[in-house]
């Protein structure tokens, strides 16, 4: 019996079959890779996304919202700072009539009849010589002649004031009303060492304790 040749058609289908079997692997190879590829580009979408558009979002809220409220509190401001100065206002108006009644009580007592204790210098009762007090006043009187009048009188109305005030103690001064007492003082002692009403007001231009 004569044997059959082999099929010279054999090999040719096996290439073929390798062939695709390569094919197939590639193209399976290559599938994950595009996957991998195309998966890497949309996780990076957000981050784009985000980049491009960070920019914008803090542009509109500069524009629509910062500068709104800023130029609110500008527009405000002179409101608050107006309502703030109209009591100092009124504050510094009433200062300033104080100042100026000060201002003509002083020239008042300068321009009525008086006469003027200079730099009396005494040392406080109690104080063993350690604390004095030094004070410049103007005496007022009703008396036109009040000037001649003490001038005469100097040195026994000299004594009087320098009994008056060397009699006052630390605690005496720093009584609330220590300086109207005073005064209350000098004008009684004066009017009677004088035998008559004379002084009337004591105006002091400066009191120092030390």
């Not at 220590?178 to 004088?194: I, P, S």
């Amino acid at each position: 019996m004569a044997k059959a040749a082999p099929s010279t058609t054999a090999a040719p289908a096996a290439a073929s079959a390798a062939g695709a079997t390569a094919a197939a692997s590639a193209a399976a190879a290559a599938a994950p890779a595009a996957a991998v590829q195309s998966g890497g580009i949309k996780a990076w979408i957000p981050t784009l996304a985000t980049v491009l558009l960070a920019p914008v979002c803090t542009w509109a809220v500069g524009q629509f919202v910062l500068i709104p409220q800023l130029q609110k509190k500008i527009a405000a401001a002179p409101t608050t700072e107006q309502a703030a100065a109209e009591p100092a206002a009124h504050s510094g108006g009433h200062g300033g009539k104080e100042g100026k009644e000060g201002k003509e009580g002083k020239e008042g007592a300068e321009g009525a009849p008086n006469y003027e204790f200079k730099d009396v210098v005494v040392n406080l009762a109690g104080t063993m010589g350690t604390r004095y007090l030094k004070t410049t006043f103007l005496v007022t009187g009703a008396e036109a002649n009040i000037k001649s009048v003490f001038d005469s009188q100097k040195p026994r109305l000299t004594d009087v004031t320098l009994n008056v005030l060397s009699s006052l103690s630390l605690a005496d001064l720093e009584e609330p009303g220590a300086k109207n007492v005073l005064r209350e003082k000098l004008v009684a002692a004066y009017n009677q060492a004088l035998g008559r009403k004379v002084a009337e007001q004591v105006y002091f231009s400066d009191f120092v304790v030390q």
